[in-house]
């Protein structure tokens, strides 16, 4: 760092001294950001016509569904953004919010499951997200781990023999629409079936984080649909396909559901029927423009990223590299690379793993430079193996 400009431990710092950390931070966003391939974020958007609502608190205080005391809000651009969702997944009577992302729609659909069934249990795989445990922990709600296959999916087979054992409960069972690591898709008709053999109530919750906005423009995917399946929730990320300058997604669920848990709150002038009280308004806009400017496009966003996804799987695959890429996926797994490599993509990793998830800002030249590095890996590994 320039000698003349103060350390971050500073408090306060001259309009010249405030130019300088800021654009030098600008400029690290930009490089980190070219380089950004193992979280499933999509950079490929222009929110310019939203920057003037930044000079704006804009708080979604409460229910969406109900104005309330606080004017500065942009509760009919979430409405519009949940009408969008809930006929994506042909949900009538439908409830939902704009959240904070993936974890706080996650919370909401189990804790919602809970509200519905107090004696429930929870069911998710191993590879779920880690919001799964942790809000377990939060609800205090009794939870059963269920086994993955090799490919990342559900265990079937374990699970029946889980829900069978405890059949005097009633069970929440977490779907998940593409896993964080391997993204393979649960096939929520199989567990209904297996819950509606046991004779069991339930709560099927949908973590559909990245996949729920994968399956519906995919052919022959999974239909993700409450009209035809007893589907209870499901949870999907704003800032991940669609993209947001913020964390957001969308939680939704039954509208008769919902009724049974909400409370009303004076001060706000609303109901209490969300997790968190504050919520962001610009979360909102940003998914309301994002459907209104590309909603047209997404199923041919969705092709491109699946594209680049099999060229990325055939180009490793070419060069000898241990891959795995799931159906209805754009997640591509593959043997990890090590630190270096993985600080330099930016690729998530858990133990001999790692991936990178190609979303919309990925291009191919993006991907045959990470080709050629993982070849100049394999070489380098490979010589100090000998």
């Known amino acids: 760092m320039n000698e003349n400009i103060p350390p971050m431990s500073k408090f306060y710092f001259t309009k010249k001294e405030r130019d300088w950390i800021l654009n030098n931070f600008l400029?690290?966003?930009?490089?980190?950001?070219?380089?950004?391939?193992?979280?499933?974020?999509?950079?490929?958007?222009?929110?310019?016509?939203?920057?003037?609502?930044?000079?704006?608190?804009?708080?979604?205080?409460?229910?969406?569904?109900?104005?309330?005391?606080?004017?500065?809000?942009?509760?009919?651009?979430?409405?519009?953004?949940?009408?969008?969702?809930?006929?994506?997944?042909?949900?009538?009577?439908?409830?939902?919010?704009?959240?904070?992302?993936?974890?706080?729609?996650?919370?909401?659909?189990?804790?919602?499951?809970?509200?519905?069934?107090?004696?429930?249990?929870?069911?998710?795989?191993?590879?779920?997200?880690?919001?799964?445990?942790?809000?377990?922990?939060?609800?205090?709600?009794?939870?059963?781990?269920?086994?993955?296959?090799?490919?990342?999916?559900?265990?079937?087979?374990?699970?029946?023999?889980?829900?069978?054992?405890?059949k005097h409960l009633s069970a929440i069972v977490n779907v998940n629409l593409g896993t964080t690591l391997k993204g393979a898709v649960d096939n929520h008709v199989q567990v209904i079936d297996i819950l509606d053999k046991l004779k069991m109530r339930f709560h099927i919750h949908c973590d559909g984080a990245l996949g729920g906005m994968l399956l519906p423009f995919i052919d022959n995917a999974p239909k993700i649909s409450f009209k035809d399946y007893p589907i209870g929730s499901i949870a999907v990320s704003g800032h991940k396909f669609i993209g947001a300058p913020v964390p957001c997604g969308i939680v939704l669920g039954r509208r008769e559901d919902v009724k049974k848990i909400e409370i009303n709150i004076d001060y706000i002038g609303s109901l209490d029927t969300t997790i968190l009280g504050s919520r962001t308004g610009l979360g909102a806009i940003s998914l309301w423009y994002g459907i209104a400017s590309r909603g047209e496009q997404f199923a041919e966003e969705v092709s491109g990223c699946l594209q680049n996804a099999k060229y990325l799987y055939d180009g490793l695959r070419k060069?000898?590299?241990?891959?795995?890429?799931?159906?209805?996926?754009?997640?591509?797994?593959?043997?990890?690379?090590?630190?270096?490599?993985?600080?330099?993509?930016?690729?998530?990793?858990?133990?001999?793993?790692?991936?990178?998830?190609?979303?919309?800002?990925?291009?191919?030249?993006?991907?045959?430079?990470?080709?050629?590095?993982?070849?100049i890996w394999q070489k380098t590994s490979k010589h100090n193996a000998g």
């Open 319 to 375: 060069i000898g590299i241990i891959a795995m890429l799931n159906d209805f996926s754009n997640t591509v797994v593959f043997e990890n690379p090590g630190i270096d490599l993985c600080h330099k993509w930016h690729l998530a990793n858990s133990g001999n793993w790692a991936h990178i998830v190609v979303m919309q800002n990925l291009s191919s030249s993006h991907l045959d430079t990470f080709i050629e590095d993982m070849k």
């Open 27 to 166: 400029q690290h966003l930009t490089k980190e950001a070219d380089m950004h391939s193992g979280y499933p974020y999509n950079f490929s958007y222009d929110l310019e016509p939203l920057k003037p609502f930044l000079d704006y608190t804009i708080n979604n205080l409460g229910d969406p569904f109900v104005s309330g005391l606080y004017g500065l809000h942009a509760k009919k651009f979430e409405m519009q953004a949940i009408h969008w969702f809930s006929q994506l997944y042909d949900l009538q009577h439908s409830w939902g919010y704009v959240t904070s992302g993936g974890t706080e729609g996650n919370i909401y659909g189990l804790f919602l499951g809970r509200e519905l069934y107090p004696d429930a249990v929870l069911y998710y795989s191993k590879d779920s997200h880690y919001s799964l445990p942790k809000t377990a922990r939060l609800a205090r709600i009794p939870e059963v781990v269920i086994n993955s296959q090799p490919n990342g999916e559900i265990d079937y087979e374990h699970l029946e023999q889980e829900l069978s054992s405890r």
